[in-house]
């Protein structure tokens, strides 16, 4: 009697402090999952990282899905709210978009800051007329809007006193939306439009980046916006399923910090299973595991609030200086500390932080 009474006083103390063992209900078991077909995904599941964690908690089967031959951006945000992938992986600009325009997710895990060479402004190599941002005034920008590859120019063309034209004003530059990727491309280099920013990284980038066909004539300011908040990196998912599947987002997690630590020590390897899996040239992959704009393999800011700080300051900038969907519609700063999950980042109750 005394040994059932002392487990109960156990139980009692451990309920009384929301301590989680065997005795609290777990989450319920997702037997199989999809994610984005990426550079670090195939890394993960041929390595095994993704078996490694997903067995702890009865999750036996992952398929990655290819974002389509379209490339269209902002197909894996489409993905995830109609259920089809589980995570996506966005930066935090279009994310938060997606979010004010209503799609119920929440942020995951975010970014340490940027830096100057993911999202440069490019123009053809052979055009002599433009070298620096200010040579672009009167001319034609063609990229994705809701992207970096808008977010990033946006303050450099502002900073150079020569702002897109939008729905709202007229501008120095003209703004052409173009969400697919290789038509950005073709734009540029038939002179339909002067200009491009894109993530030289990204696989419909790298390999005409390194054809020597493109030249850099811009890149977003070391103290600016976009590199400390608006360029971040952010996995989002569905609230309704984070909060089904919480143990579920922090395997994911450690099985993606657990990949970044080994392609970081194996870049190689790392880049012949990206060259098999995702169909590119081994020059290619190795450089999208290795150029300093590479964000497949970047750390994570593991500070809750100064990921939300970032949101709150990244909405100032663009809503102070014109942006023509923000000025619209917004988040308020309680929205966004919400947005920002905070049981996955340093002291929560699932995080993959130490």
């Known amino acids: 009697m005394r040994k059932i009474a002392g487990i109960k006083k156990a139980i009692a103390i451990a309920a009384a402090l929301g301590l989680s063992a065997s005795i609290a209900q777990a989450d319920p078991v997702l037997k199989e999952i999809n994610l984005q077909k990426s550079p670090w995904t195939v890394v993960a599941l041929e390595k095994g990282f993704f078996k490694e964690e997903f067995d702890k908690i009865g999750t036996k089967k992952i398929t990655l899905i290819a974002q389509g031959a379209a490339e269209l951006l902002g197909a894996e945000s ?155 990196i952010t996995y989002v998912a569905r609230k309704d399923f984070v909060d089904k599947y919480p143990s579920l987002i922090k395997a994911f997690l450690a099985a993606r910090e657990k990949t970044r630590e080994w392609a970081t020590d194996h870049p190689n390897e790392a880049a012949e299973i990206i060259a098999k899996e995702t169909r590119v040239p081994l020059e290619v992959a190795l450089f999208q595991v290795t150029h300093l704009g590479q964000w497949e393999f970047t750390g994570g800011e593991p500070n809750a609030n100064r990921a939300r700080t970032a949101i709150k300051e990244f909405l100032r900038y663009y809503i102070a200086n014109g942006d023509d969907i923000l000025t619209q519609k917004s988040l308020t700063d309680k929205e966004v500390d919400a947005f920002i999950d905070g049981r996955f980042f340093a002291g929560g109750s699932h995080s993959i932080y130490k």
């Not at 002599?128 to 994705?144: E, T």
């Not at 530059?173 to 038939?190: G, K, M, T």
């Not at 894109?198 to 590199?227: E, M």
């Open 78 to 232: 489409a993905a995830v709210g109609g259920g089809s992938l589980a995570i996506a992986q966005r930066m935090v600009y279009p994310s938060t978009i997606h979010r004010i325009n209503g799609l119920n997710t929440v942020v995951i895990w975010i970014s340490e800051p940027s830096n100057r060479y993911r999202t440069p402004t490019l123009t053809a190599a052979n055009n002599k007329a433009i070298n620096s941002v200010k040579d672009l005034d009167g001319k034609k920008f063609g990229s994705s809007r809701i992207s970096c590859y808008w977010s990033a120019p946006f303050e450099s063309l502002n900073n150079a006193g020569i702002p897109f034209d939008s729905r709202l004003q007229k501008g120095r530059v003209r703004h052409e939306n173009i969400d697919n990727s290789a038509v950005a491309i073709a734009a540029v280099l038939s002179g339909d439009t002067d200009a491009t920013a894109v993530h030289l990284a990204a696989p419909a980038f790298t390999g005409p980046w390194l054809s020597g066909k493109f030249k850099v004539v811009d890149r977003p300011a070391d103290d600016g916006v976009y590199i400390n908040h608006a360029g971040r």
